[in-house]
């Protein structure tokens, strides 16, 4: 099968693509059929050796796809050979074909195609953990969204929409902000490319700042962002595509009543696994009902792997980045 293969930390036009032996179900595994594989930030990250997990060498990217069971291992129950799943292998998915233990399959809606079901989990499952359990986001707060176009972002600010809050979202560039418009109808917008994000969400919230402030890119904004956040408000630490992680000041949490809370997936899933699976099903839930609207906007195919990756490294994401493994796209 046709894969792509990191055998050597660097950038993406260092990644080659393979043929590789396929891969077989182990206990509690299928096999899934690849027709989509979606990238995000920190894929990137991976393969330049710069992330929190690294496989060992040599590896397949990709965390998430979309696809058809294929074959099923010693088990695995609740799923049949043919069914549509939206799968996280957690690596491996820029491939034709990956295994993927139980925990990580999930059947995909009818009216969902294989490139929105590669690009639903990661993002949506993260906001809304962020905004729901983190923050505990209520109707009527300001919830200020920075990085809003980008994938994490765009989830965040149409699901803050969602529960009810008033949604300032903020971007770099006038270009990503009406996306950000047209994608999710946020109630402000702020573009922040002249380095004035204070001043502005200040000005928006009549000088008290924002509730809850949703952060994936740290830095100078983060450092703004203790600054402009409201009494009571809650600061989420999603991320730092930025490249700075930056420093909490303890006595800005003292003078605004505020709180800084981390964001990290992974080890929510782990932790609180029933939580985790309430969350997913409430998202396709919502996806059923029309209330989300995931935008797979940049679509590659699996030969053009290095310009999807530096869609991330160029600054240039807005909505989901996929690559479409085999044709069909049902
Ligand atoms: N905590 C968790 O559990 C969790 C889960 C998933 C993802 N994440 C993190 O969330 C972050 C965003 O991931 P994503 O996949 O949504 O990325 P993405 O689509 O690339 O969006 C990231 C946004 O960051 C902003 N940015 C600012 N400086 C940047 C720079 N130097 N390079 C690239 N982007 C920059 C960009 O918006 P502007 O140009 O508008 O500033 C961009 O839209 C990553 O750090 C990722 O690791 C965390």
Redesign the pocket.
């Known amino acids: 099968m046709k894969a792509v293969l990191c055998k050597a930390y660097g950038p993406a036009e260092d990644l080659v693509l393979e043929q590789l032996d396929e891969p077989s179900a182990g206990e509690n595994e299928a096999i899934v059929a690849v027709h989509a594989a979606s990238l995000?930030?920190?894929d990137g990250l991976q393969i330049q050796g710069k992330y929190q997990f690294q496989p060992p060498m040599p590896f397949v990217p990709g965390s998430e796809v979309g696809g058809v069971i294929d074959s099923i291992g010693p088990g695995l129950e609740g799923f049949a050979v043919g069914d549509r799943v939206m799968a996280i292998p957690g690596i491996g998915g820029l491939a034709e074909k990956v295994a993927v233990r139980a925990e990580g399959l999930r059947r995909i809606p009818d009216n969902m195609d294989f490139a929105t079901a590669a690009g639903f989990a990661?993002?949506y499952t993260?906001s809304y953990y962020a905004l729901k359990q983190r923050a505990q986001l209520q109707p009527g707060e300001t919830l200020l969204v920075l990085?809003a176009?980008?994938?994490?972002?765009l989830s965040a600010v149409e699901l803050g929409r969602v529960m009810g809050a008033r949604v300032i979202a903020a971007?770099?560039s006038d270009e990503?902000l009406d996306f950000v418009r047209r994608a999710a109808a946020p109630a402000e917008v702020i573009n922040y490319g002249d380095g004035e994000l204070k001043e502005k969400v200040k000005e928006l919230t009549a000088g008290r700042g924002a509730d809850v402030i949703y952060d994936?890119?740290g830095g100078d904004l983060f450092d703004q962002c203790c600054r402009c956040i409201n009494w009571n408000g809650r600061l989420l630490v999603?991320?730092?595509?930025?490249?700075r992680i930056p420093e909490y000041k303890a006595n800005l949490a003292l003078l605004k009543g505020s709180a800084m809370v981390g964001?990290?997936?992974?080890r929510f899933k782990k932790e609180e696994p029933a939580a985790y699976e309430a969350n997913f099903s409430e998202l396709l839930n919502m996806y059923e009902q029309g209330k989300l609207n995931p935008l797979i906007t940049q679509t590659f195919p699996l030969e053009r792997f290095a310009d999807a990756f530096n869609v991330?490294t160029k600054?240039q994401?807005m909505g989901k980045v996929v690559l479409q493994v085999r044709d069909e796209q049902a």
Do not use: D
């Open positions: 995000n930030f920190p990661m993002v993260t990085g176009s980008g994938g994490v972002g971007a770099s990503k994936p890119v999603i991320g730092f595509t930025s490249g964001v990290f997936l992974g991330f600054r994401a």
